[in-house]
């Protein structure tokens, strides 16, 4: 007779943790299986996000900041530390034990949980029978009345470019570099290629970055981003855009990259290459034929707004399904699936799913931009304000970008808002909790702000909408 569970999740990433958290604090029998291991083959739990991606990419960027600061600002606000170096097998041990110290957490939670942790595979049977395979190869079938699939996702391998023996990685790859490349190629220069190019150029490297679409995240409202193209430029980083490779050859020691761009075929060598052209569902091996669930094209699994499958009693969350790949909304349906198996109503808001690309400056954005607005024929009024104008940014000495608020033109409801500068990651959360609540821009601008605060950039745009900002010259704007 197979162990029976009220829930068993597969995959404890944030969506899996998560969800398996909250399913055991409503009092259900809750087992997660999870097949990762970390440097030493120890079962480690947290997922991509918190073992090679989200958290060890922001040591690596939160250190290298630290030294280009030390290195070209300091003395600009009166400190002398003379010359600065970079010892980077330390930088990395430390984002290790930060990741460390995370992951035990994770585990921590389930233990004070009462969740019961399967560290191996688990494969979705028909009937709501999960077969879970230790890693030792011990296997046996387990049932559960619900069944939460949250596997997570892997980077995008392109036939161009195969990995190759620590020349050419992945994103996990290039947060374990043992010392500052000399010449680095980037392979996309979206979120994840940005990001691990910031940290290398910063740290020393001249780096390439290789783009295939002619615009720059054109995901992001389009004065950020070309503000942003700008400064990464002004850093150092050479991005090409339009450039699309075709081939690749790879030594020990280098790799040669070929590329065609508007101006024909090109050869650029580097001493290491990173793919980062997205990611795509961890879905091989989850689902048995029969088991009555099958992937679309790309290796997404159709759910409803609920994340609820076609199957009953199955559900789907994070990276594996429709919507951005990120950790927090991944968290937020692995919740929202617990309460529901346990009878509450909650529900994911997905019109106030906040994105961050955590460069310097940093860019982020809530809602619709501009160019959205505009295709869907929505009649709308823009906000802005500079963060030169901003008390707290120029103290701080860093004040590049602005915060750019549209509201809708007869309702005033906020429809998006757009940070590119110092701490827009955290900004972000007062127009996610505003747009969360159906505010107007008028009810942003009457409210209070610290003084002085970045968050005062938000303020301001936000009176900006309607030609009332006070420290900026207004010219309100359709």
Not at 17 to 37: F, H, N, P
Not at 345 to 353: G, L, P
Request: aromatic content about 6%; hydrophobic content about 45%.
């Amino acid at each position: 007779m197979n162990k029976k569970y009220d829930v068993i999740i597969i995959g404890a990433g944030p969506a899996g943790y998560a969800a398996a958290i909250r399913c055991a604090q409503l009092g259900l029998k809750t087992a997660c299986i999870d097949k990762s291991l970390d440097k030493e083959g120890k079962p480690v739990y947290g997922g991509t996000c918190l073992n090679w991606g989200c958290i060890p990419s922001k040591a690596l960027l939160d250190a290298s900041q630290k030294f280009v600061d030390a290195r070209d600002h300091f003395a600009e606000v009166g400190i002398s530390v003379g010359k600065v170096s970079v010892d980077v097998p330390k930088m990395i041990s430390r984002k290790d034990d930060i990741v460390k110290g995370l992951t035990a957490g994770i585990a921590g939670l389930f233990k004070g949980n009462n969740v019961e942790a399967l560290p191996g595979t688990g494969k979705l049977l028909a009937d709501r029978v999960v077969e879970y395979v230790q890693h030792n190869g011990s296997t046996e079938n387990l049932s559960a009345d619900n069944i939460i699939l949250a596997p997570g996702s892997q980077p995008i391998d392109i036939p161009p470019v195969p990995l190759a023996d620590n020349v050419v990685v992945d994103s996990t790859g290039a947060l374990e570099f043992e010392s500052v490349p000399k010449r680095l190629g980037v392979i996309g220069a979206g979120v994840i290629g940005l990001e691990l190019g910031s940290v290398w150029s910063r740290l020393g490297s001249s780096v390439v970055v290789l783009e295939a679409l002619k615009d720059f995240l054109p995901m992001v409202d389009q004065r950020l981003s070309r503000d942003a193209l700008k400064a990464f430029k002004k850093q150092g980083m050479d991005i090409r855009l339009g450039a699309r490779v075709t081939a690749s050859k790879a030594t020990k020691k280098q790799v040669a990259v070929i590329y065609e761009d508007a101006e024909g075929e090109h050869q650029v060598k580097f001493d290491k290459l990173v793919v980062a052209v997205g990611r795509k569902p961890a879905i091989n091996g989850i689902l048995a034929a029969d088991c009555g669930i099958v992937p679309d094209d790309r290796g997404f699994l159709s759910v409803d707004e609920f994340c609820a499958t076609n199957i009953p009693n199955i559900y789907a969350v994070g990276d594996t399904v429709r919507g951005p790949m990120l950790a927090h909304k991944a968290t937020e349906e692995g919740v929202m699936v617990a309460d529901r198996i346990a009878g509450q109503k909650t529900m994911v808001n997905y019109d106030c799913i906040p994105s961050v690309v955590y460069t310097h400056p940093e860019i982020a954005w809530v809602g619709k931009t501009e160019r959205e607005l505009k295709k869907e024929g929505v009649k709308f009024n823009v906000g802005s304000f500079a963060f030169n104008a901003n008390g707290r940014a120029m103290a701080a000495n860093d004040t590049d970008g602005l915060v750019k608020v549209l509201a809708d033109a007869e309702s005033d409801r906020i429809l998006g808002v757009h940070i590119l500068g110092n701490q827009a990651s955290e900004l972000i959360a007062q127009a996610v909790i505003a747009m969360e609540f159906d505010a107007s821009a008028e009810d942003l601008g009457l409210t209070m702000f610290a003084h002085p605060t970045l968050s005062e950039a938000v303020h301001e745009a936000a009176l900006s909408v309607s030609g009332h900002a006070i420290h900026m010259l207004n010219r309100k704007r359709k």
